[in-house]
């Protein structure tokens, strides 16, 4: 299964906004807050992976 890595660029409620990093793209991702770790705010960056996104430390 592919690795996958987001900045969370916005919060709208109970959805987020990311944007991949790990590849070149303006796209934005749409993501229901429920299926994110707690704690996430705008400027974190996210791993996905095997149907499953955590927070990845700098």
Known sequence: METMFY???GIDG???NL???DVESDDLKLVA???L???INEGVKLKYE???YEIVED
């Open 7 to 9: 900045l969370v660029v």
């Open 37 to 39: 770790p707690d704690g």
């Open 50 to 52: 095997m149907l499953q």
């Open 33 to 35: 807050r429920a299926l």
């Open 19 to 21: 944007k991949r990093i």
């Open 14 to 16: 109970d959805y987020a």
